[in-house]
């Protein structure tokens, strides 16, 4: 289905200039008539004026106002008729229908959440109006709900994305796809899916992110730009033939799923704990050579190796452990 938008319609304060002529010749002719025939007057008039207030009246059906980046899909008697695009005031035919099957759905993206809880015109039971069957083509924002889904290594995690789209083909999004807002919100999650899947949510080894073959070190938590880059790509492979474009998608929240959140943070603590004392204990062993080292060159004491291999001991002990060290002060001989 291609879009084909009428460029020719953009002429709707003459529409209105004729309707109203229409109107008020037809209210002369009737009045006009039904004076005459106390007179002998001409018995059609009335005719030609009913006929002039139906045509203006069915005629009105055929204008058409569009703010700024906005658009409307018309139909006429079951077929395409065409795409009205743009600000202005336009006339078109009087008989087309204006045709959005997504005009009632309501998602958590920009454009569809209102302060107040009133149900969707379907559930009404009425007809939607024309303003809810305008076709919006600004960017619009669209925030699903948090996914549960299993990285890379078996992991449950939590992550949310936001996903700024736009309408690029009116004609596409309504008539290829039911509902273009909820094929896209389906589409998003399925995406999200199958790329969360590839990465693991911390640096990991051995693991293949990219798909050439070579372990990287990709990760959800330390590559969300290019995580964020493949989920826009892979959104937008699906929405093509619904006539949208995604112009940006982010993570918005990343966890790990509370199932295994405690034991996580436990193994992040560890890893923690564990690069510290390897840094006291690189720290420690440097000041002990520096110490041994000091002492030989200013003479200060002569020490052979067992008492070497004490003071080293002692030093050690001092500087890695947890708490200050209590002195013992010797007042005899070291001997």
Not at 193 to 216: K, L, S
Request: charge should be negative.
């Amino acid at each position: 289905m291609n879009e084909k938008i009428l460029t020719k319609a953009k002429h709707g304060w003459l529409a209105l200039l004729l309707i109203i002529a229409c109107i008020i010749g037809g209210f002369a002719c009737i009045i006009g008539g039904i004076g005459g025939d106390e007179e002998g007057g001409i018995w059609f008039l009335p005719i030609i004026g009913v006929l002039l207030l139906v045509v203006g009246g069915i005629s009105t059906n055929g204008l058409k106002v569009l703010k700024p980046q906005e658009a409307l899909v018309l139909t006429l008697f079951g077929k395409y008729y065409g795409s009205l695009k743009g600000e202005g005031f336009y006339f078109v035919n009087p008989f087309s229908q204006a045709f959005n099957p997504a005009a009632g759905t309501k998602l958590s993206q920009s454009g569809d959440v209102s302060n107040t809880e009133e149900p969707a015109p379907q559930e009404k039971g009425v007809n939607i109006p024309l303003t809810r069957k305008k076709i919006s083509l600004k960017r619009m924002t669209l925030s699903n709900s948090r996914q549960k889904v299993n990285d890379c290594l078996g992991n449950p995690i939590e992550i949310g994305i936001a996903v700024i789209w736009r309408v690029v083909d009116t004609a596409k999004a309504v008539f290829e796809v039911d509902n273009y807002k909820e094929y896209l919100s389906l589409q998003c999650d399925s995406a999200l899916r199958n790329i969360v899947r590839i990465y693991p949510y911390d640096v990991a080894p051995n693991i293949d992110t990219t798909g050439d073959g070579v372990a990287d070190e990709g990760s959800l938590r330390g590559s969300s730009e290019i995580v964020a880059e493949r989920i826009r790509g892979e959104i937008q492979a699906r929405v093509e033939d619904a006539g949208l474009e995604i112009l940006e998608a982010r993570i918005t929240y990343l966890a790990y799923a509370p199932e295994i959140a405690a034991v996580m943070l436990q193994r992040q603590q560890a890893a923690a704990v564990i690069d510290a004392r390897k840094m006291i204990v690189d720290g420690a062993v440097g000041m002990v050579e520096m110490a041994l080292e000091r002492l030989k060159e200013n003479g200060t004491v002569d020490l052979d190796e067992e008492r070497k291999a004490a003071m080293v001991s002692n030093l050690l002990v001092v500087l890695c452990g947890n708490k200050d060290a209590q002195p013992i002060v010797n007042s005899g001989s070291l001997y």
